[in-house]
T-cell receptor
């Protein structure tokens, strides 16, 4: 069974803390994505990666960075967490780079910044 | 950034009723996907439509891609409590898997 695993389901952090969200996929997919999900706004793309050590900004990259040192792992970093980054974060992966293929999502990481 | 507006945002219906969810944009998409997300889970793909005017059926769910490939609809016949969830459309503008997601429709089907 294909699987995308996010390291933490729930996190509570304080303003200014550095936050790491980890995502691992076991499907040998080239492409990985980080989205944030807020009510009424759907999913918004933060960063994505088509290959190891490669990253591209999505629609809302401000305040975030990412790391992809291995093909199966894509990390989202909040250098200095702020309250407006309280949200649900979803990691996803897909194989194809041409016509959009199926995105496989993790279960999400709900981050609260106090 | 292309925008995908979904309507309605919330829908609460009784078991057995029919419903339609709309996904609209001013942009053209090369393909459009529909996902369903249940509480505590990530979204799961239901269908992908790629041709203008295309209709696909998945049991009681019927998906249609607009002729101009700017909009789509999801129709559910005889809704059941198991259909409860957040429905998301997502369009591919041809940028290679960089999908734009819609605003979402939260559906609740009650007994």
């Amino acid at each position: 069974d294909v699987k995308v695993t996010q390291s933490s389901r729930y996190l509570v952090k304080r303003t200014g803390e550095k936050v790491f969200l980890e995502c691992v996929q076991d499907m040998d997919h080239e492409n990985m994505f980080w989205y944030r999900q807020d009510p009424g706004l759907g999913l918004r793309l933060i960063y994505f990666s088509y290959d190891v050590k490669m990253k591209e900004k999505g629609d809302i990259p401000e305040g975030y960075s990412v790391s992809r040192e291995k093909k199966e792992r894509f990390s989202l970093i909040l250098e200095s967490a702020s309250t407006n980054q309280t949200s649900m974060y979803l990691c996803a992966s897909t194989r194809s780079r041409g016509l959009a293929g199926e995105l496989f999502f993790g279960e999400g990481s709900r981050l609260t910044v106090l | 950034t292309q925008l995908l507006e979904q309507s309605p945002q919330f829908l609460s219906i009784q078991e057995g009723e029919n419903l339609t969810v709309y996904c609209n944009s001013s942009s053209v998409f090369s393909s459009l996907q529909w996902y369903r997300q249940e509480p505590g889970e990530g979204p799961v793909l239901l269908v992908t439509v790629v041709t203008g005017g295309e209709v696909k059926k998945l049991k009681r769910l019927t998906f249609q891609f607009g002729d101009a490939r700017k909009d789509s609809s999801l129709h559910i016949t005889a809704a059941q409590p198991g259909d409860t969830g957040l429905y998301l459309c997502a369009g591919d503008a041809g940028g290679g898997n960089k999908l734009t997601f819609g605003t979402g429709t939260q559906l609740k089907v009650e007994l």
